[in-house]
């Protein structure tokens, strides 16, 4: 209960402070900060299979399942803001970091370890799974984020700014579920059964990519001051 609580607050600032921060500065320096901040930290934490009960079934997940809601999420506010283009900037210059990071992951992995250290086996292990993470999740990244960015705009375009859950909604599910199918059968063939993986993953998000509407509500009241006012994107 105090992991979802921790959870939850993260969100809610989030959608809160990278709105502000856009209102305030008309930049989207910040929400490109955060988003390569959360991908590096799902690159890492996907490596561990996760356990999430959700009372009425119980489901299994790489733990990185509870990041990438808030990347979308992400994409979404920088697409309100900013339009589609700077968008495809943003998740370019988020590849970039994430070859850095993998190349120095790699690097501290090689590097000889002081002989009193004891957990080099134990930091191998999980390091070396990150390249192959890396890469299905840039696969599957560079697919569904530039087809939620590419629906959510023309969803935009379609209902003239109006009906915000609606673009949230079905530019992420679709989205979701083809990052999830890709990502899991790229990074976890012959490793673990991955048929779980798929189902738990696509489910996880949903149900996240749903509750969060609310909240990109929120994120836009504070972005334009005006709750429910059609949205034309800041260069625009």
Same mark, same amino acid.
């Given at each position: ?17 990278? =709105? $502000? *921060? ?7 320096? %910040?929400?490109?900060?955060? *988003? ?5 930290? +799902?690159?890492?934490?996907?490596? @561990? ?6 009372? &009425?079934?119980? %489901? ?8 990438? !809601? &808030?990347?979308?999420?992400? #994409? ?15 998740? &370019? ?12 992951? $790699? ?5 000889? /370890?002081?002989? %009193? ?5 134990? %930091? ?16 599957? &990244?560079?697919? +569904? ?14 209902? @003239?700014? @109006?009906?915000? $859950?609606?673009?949230?909604?079905? /530019?992420?599910? =679709? /989205? ?13 063939? @012959?490793?673990? !059964? ?18 969060? #509407? ?9 972005? *334009?001051?005006? =709750?429910?006012?059609?949205? #034309? !994107?800041?260069?625009?």
């Amino acid at each position: 209960m105090i992991i979802i609580l921790i959870w939850l607050v993260t969100l809610i600032l989030a959608s809160i402070s990278i =709105p $502000w *921060y856009i209102r305030r500065y008309r930049r989207p320096d %910040f929400a490109i900060a955060v *988003y390569v901040i959360y991908l590096a930290m +799902s690159q890492i934490i996907a490596t @561990k299979i996760a356990v999430f009960n959700l009372i &009425f079934r119980t %489901f299994y997940a790489p733990a990185a399942v509870l990041i990438f !809601p &808030f990347t979308f999420q992400i #994409t979404d506010i920088v697409n309100e803001a900013f339009g589609r283009h700077e968008v495809h900037r943003m998740i &370019f210059i988020a590849f970039i970091t994430q070859l850095i990071m993998t190349f120095f992951l $790699w690097l501290g992995d090689v590097i000889p /370890s002081a002989p %009193f250290w004891a957990y080099q086996e134990a %930091f191998h292990r999980t390091i070396a799974l990150v390249p192959r993470i890396t890469l299905a999740s840039w696969v599957a &990244f560079l697919i +569904s984020e530039n087809l939620d960015a590419i629906i959510y705009a023309k969803i935009r375009e379609l209902t @003239k700014g @109006k009906h915000l $859950w609606m673009r949230n909604i079905f /530019s992420d599910l =679709p /989205s979701l579920a083809i990052d999830s199918f890709i990502f899991v059968s790229l990074a976890f063939y @012959k490793v673990t !059964p991955i048929g779980p993986l798929i189902v738990g993953q696509i489910v996880l998000k949903w149900i996240v990519g749903v509750a969060d #509407t609310p909240l990109m509500y929120l994120s836009r009241r504070i972005l *334009y001051r005006v =709750p429910y006012k059609c949205a #034309t !994107p800041l260069d625009e």
